[in-house]
């Protein structure tokens, strides 16, 4: 599976759109890109995955550059809730067994 | 809608001693994975199971073992306890086998050996 690389800490001010990138750089052509966030202490939580096109739920949007070696995780208006870690990772199915990197370490500031 | 379920929530054992965690995945779902999280650390995948058959393997201890049952709940065997074996352990199920349904994980259970 590529590897990926997310800045380890983002502050975003409630209320704002919080903008989370990963680069995956190695990603090959049949490999999606899943983020998921865990919220302290708690199980992690699937947010929403895409292969190439963007997409768009009712938690989060996923924009993929053309080439696919980034994307970027955007929560649109955030609350404090949305304070966590989210985790960016590459996988052929979404059912295989994620392997966590550090993450980046979101806090939503008041 | 359901959810992952897993007991206990908290779980104290002393050193040398054995524990068993459960987990019962969401209905229609036939595959589990089991993962530890130290304190402070990422989610490690310990070991995944998928029609009661053992699917992967990760760094998971020889002391440990699982399985998964008729009904598909799962459930994680941890003998001979240290301390190091203090962490969250979490849950998660999905359904099918390469396709891109997500993980759905369980709130853990918090495992702390003295």
């Known amino acids: 599976d590529a590897k990926t690389t997310q800045p380890p800490s983002m502050d975003c001010a409630e209320g704002r759109a919080a903008n989370l990138p990963c680069n995956h750089s190695t990603i090959s052509g049949n490999e999606y890109v899943y983020w998921y966030r865990q919220i302290h202490s708690q199980g992690p939580q699937y947010i929403i995955h895409g292969l190439k096109n963007n997409e768009t739920n009712e938690m989060a949007s996923l924009i993929i550059t053309e080439d696919r070696k980034s994307s970027t995780l955007i929560l649109p208006h955030a609350t404090l809730r949305d304070t966590a870690v989210y985790y960016c990772i590459v996988l052929n199915f979404g059912n295989e067994k994620l392997t966590f990197g550090t993450g980046t370490r979101l806090t939503i500031i008041p | 809608a359901a959810g992952v379920i897993q007991s206990p929530r908290h779980l104290i054992k002393e050193k040398r001693e054995t524990a068993t965690l459960k987990c019962y995945p969401i209905?229609?779902?036939?595959?589990v994975y089991w993962y530890q999280q130290g304190p402070g650390q990422d989610p490690q995948f310990l070991i995944s199971f998928y029609e009661k058959m053992q699917s992967d393997k990760g760094s998971i201890p020889d002391r440990f073992s699982a399985q998964q049952f008729s009904d598909y709940h799962s459930e994680l065997n941890m003998s001979s306890l240290e301390l190091g074996d203090s962490a969250l352990y979490f849950c998660?199920?999905?359904?099918?086998?390469?396709?891109?349904?997500?993980?759905?994980f369980g709130n853990g259970t918090r495992l702390t050996v003295t």
């Open positions: 998660a199920s999905s359904s099918g086998q390469g396709d891109n349904s997500p993980l759905h």
């Open positions: 209905p229609r779902h036939d595959t």
